[in-house]
Structures are given as structure tokens and as C-alpha cells.
């Protein structure tokens, strides 16, 4: 497995699974708010509020935070699929994939050869609609037939 990937100069070189941006500001703001809320009512220093209120604070902060610096989870691209835990994993590794419901949520499963086995993606804070994977999975595998159990 290689474990550099080259950065592609545009998008269309390449389709990329990032975290959503909305997702994580929504839930900043709004903890924000509610923390703000607690603290501004709580006229004690020391109180149970004041800890949920403190609490929510640095949750919202967290949260904004990581709506500003988003990070890329997966890229697929002609040379493979990229994921930030496995590096670049070819597509002659790639065996099939699957999307799979758990709990509320979809998690995008990559079954590769023996070394790997199977790459979990969580797609619950990601913007990206899982029917758009497998046009891109068709598009950037062309030389190499990737099974898909779903179709």
C-alpha cells in the first residue's frame, strides 16, 4: 500500500468526501447559544449549570472549530480510493463496496484484499449523498470492475 497520494489541482480530478461544514456550525452555534443562555441566568459561581453551561461552551467551540477546518475523509480518484487512516488504496486492491444503515446512519464500507479487509467510512457528518459514490466509483475505476452487492 503506498501511503503517498498526490493532491489533485482541481476537482475534477478527483471526488472528494469531506466533513460538512453546516453540520458542525449548526451544532456550535446552537451549543453556543444554549451555553450562553445557562451561564448569563446561573447567579452562582460554583453551580450545576454553570458546569453544563461551561461544558456546552467548549462543546460549541469544538464544533466551530472543526466547521472551519473540515477535514477530507476519502478522495477517489484514477489512481484509487484515499482515506485519511489508510493512505491510497489502488484499485486493484478494491475487491467491492457497500453502504451500509446503522443506527440512523451511513456508513460507506470499502472491501479490499487480505492486508486491509474492509475500510469503514462514516458518512453521518458529511454533505456528501451516498448515490453520487457509485458514479464516482464508475467514473475513476474504469480499467477495473468493482462489485457492488447493492445493485
Same mark, same amino acid.
Given at each position: 500500500? /503506498? ?8 476537482? /475534477? ?78 484499485? /486493484?486492491?478494491? /475487491? ?20 486491509? !479487509? ?8 458529511? !454533505? ?24
Amino acid at each position: 500500500m /503506498e501511503q503517498t497520494h498526490k493532491l489533485s489541482a482541481t476537482t /475534477e480530478d478527483s471526488f472528494e468526501i469531506r466533513e460538512s461544514r453546516k453540520k458542525f456550525m449548526f451544532f456550535g452555534v446552537g451549543s453556543l447559544a444554549v451555553s450562553f443562555f445557562l451561564l448569563y441566568l446561573t447567579g452562582a459561581l460554583l453551580s450545576f449549570t454553570t458546569l453544563v453551561g461551561t461544558i456546552l461552551l467548549c462543546v460549541g467551540l469544538l464544533m466551530i472549530y472543526k466547521g472551519i477546518y473540515a477535514k477530507k475523509m476519502a478522495s477517489i480518484d484514477s489512481a484509487g480510493v484515499w482515506t485519511s487512516k489508510q493512505g491510497l488504496v489502488s484499485w /486493484e486492491k478494491i /475487491e467491492s463496496y457497500s453502504f451500509e444503515g446503522i443506527s440512523n446512519s451511513t456508513v460507506f464500507c470499502i472491501r479490499c484484499s487480505t492486508p486491509l !479487509d474492509v475500510i469503514i467510512i462514516d458518512l453521518s457528518m458529511s !454533505d456528501v449523498n451516498s448515490n453520487a459514490i457509485p458514479l464516482a466509483i464508475e467514473k475513476y475505476s474504469t480499467n477495473k470492475a468493482i462489485n457492488h452487492p447493492g445493485e
